[in-house]
């Protein structure tokens, strides 16, 4: 139980173009979703917060026109980076959260990201 | 908001040997402590948590170690094997639920 999905694991794109990531829980229901971002040897940066049927809330220094975020049902959030430049080149990960079965605490379960680099 | 320190950045033990990592969390509001091991390009995996009405938790050879008044934690992993080498993260939130803040990471390499 408790499998995250994330849609491309890679992508290669010119600079200037849209990327559109999906984010989906497979087995359970996800009202909040979070959207990290990874650079090599670092940590996880939050992005977002995502929560099912409303705005996302952005952490700060994350530009919400840039970096979209859609979370339509409570299995799918989306993240759109718009006009991508070769910074925006990371490793991007989704996580859901859900009661963990067996104690029923709330976790969260990790995506297996997506590698966007922007030439 | 909060602020997760850890140390240390990287850990290289023997075989069998004990490897502990520490962290420090500076929100006396957090009460949710997870631990992620993450390898290279996948995804971080939760391998143990511990919340703040608890001082410790063992599964098998990982152990971590609460203490909410100095606002520290520390992860335990004991008889290291070569598969254990990864990155560990440690984070701190207020809450499962709620948003995650990540230590540094720490690489750990277990050599034979």
């Known amino acids: 139980g408790a499998v995250v999905s994330q849609h491309p694991s890679r992508v290669i794109c010119k600079s200037g173009t849209s990327v559109k990531i999906e984010c989906r829980s497979l087995?359970?229901?996800?009202?909040?979703m979070f959207w990290y971002r990874q650079f090599p040897k670092q940590s996880l940066m939050l992005m977002a917060t995502?929560?099912?049927?409303?705005?996302?809330?952005?952490e700060q220094g994350v530009e919400k026109d840039k970096f979209l975020i859609n979370h339509a049902s409570l299995t799918l959030s989306t993240l759109t980076v718009t006009s991508a430049h070769p910074e925006d080149s990371s490793f991007y990960i989704c996580?859901?959260?859900?009661?963990?079965?067996?104690?029923?605490?709330?976790?969260?379960?990790f995506g297996p990201g997506t590698r966007l680099t922007v030439l | 908001g909060e602020n997760v320190e850890q140390h240390p950045s990287t850990l290289s033990v023997q075989e069998g040997d004990s490897a502990v990592i520490k962290c420090t969390y500076s929100?006396?509001?957090?009460?949710?402590f997870p631990w992620y091991k993450q390898e290279l390009g996948k995804r971080p995996q939760l391998i143990i948590d511990?919340?703040?009405?608890?001082g410790e938790k063992k599964d098998q050879r990982i152990a971590v170690t609460l203490n909410k008044t100095a606002k520290h934690f520390s992860l335990h992993i004991t008889e290291t094997q070569p598969e254990d080498s990864a990155v560990y993260f440690c984070?701190?939130?207020?809450?499962?639920?709620?948003?995650?803040?990540f230590g540094t990471g720490t690489q750990l390499k277990v050599e034979l």
């Open positions: 087995d359970f229901q996800a009202t909040t």
């Open positions: 929100d006396s509001a957090s009460n949710y």
């Open positions: 996580s859901a959260r859900t009661e963990r079965a067996g104690d029923g605490t709330d976790t969260q379960y």
């Open positions: 995502s929560n099912e049927g409303s705005k996302a809330t952005y």
């Open positions: 511990i919340r703040s009405n608890v």
């Open positions: 984070a701190a939130s207020m809450g499962g639920g709620n948003k995650l803040t």
